[in-house]
Nanobody
Framework: QVQLMESGGGLVQPGGSLRLSCAAS????????IAWFRQTPGKEREGVSC????????FYSESVTGRVTISRDNAKNTVYLQMNSLKPEDTGVYYC???????????????????????WGKGTPVTVSS
């Protein structure tokens, strides 16, 4: 069964750090572009970061640039999102998504858009609060 599973979320104080993990089962992650999006109640899913499946190029939204690093460990079939200097506005449920076709990769990594060809995990909650 093809699945993505996020982990590593939790409660952290402003200025703290978290490392989120996105583990794949049933398929090989390194053939896919992987994106992290986040969502808060009443809002659409918002793109945070993406790593493509071609040359490993990384993309970051303006709101997290300089504070977040995306990386992949192909041996562990896992993608990570290291988040530092966290702010209360980083609070949300974080989802990882996988896409392989050109439409999905372009949407995820260039446009930070959610399209129906992207496969999503169930999310991990992040709360940044004192």
């Amino acid at each position: 069964q093809v699945q993505l599973m996020e982990s590593g979320g939790g409660l952290v104080q402003p200025g703290g750090s978290l490392r989120l993990s996105c583990a794949a089962s049933g398929f090989t992650l390194d053939y896919y572009a992987i994106a992290w999006f986040r969502q808060t109640p009443g809002k659409e899913r918002e793109g945070v970061s993406c790593i493509n499946n071609n040359n490993g190029q990384t993309f970051y939204s303006e709101s997290v640039t300089g504070r977040v690093t995306i990386s992949r460990d192909n041996a562990k079939n896992t993608v990570y999102l290291q988040m530092n200097s966290l702010k209360p506005e980083d609070t949300g449920v974080y989802y990882c998504g996988a896409g392989r076709d050109a439409k999905s990769v372009r949407a995820m990594c260039v446009g930070f858009r959610n399209v129906d060809t992207i496969k999503w995990g169930k999310g991990t909650p992040v709360t940044v609060s004192s």
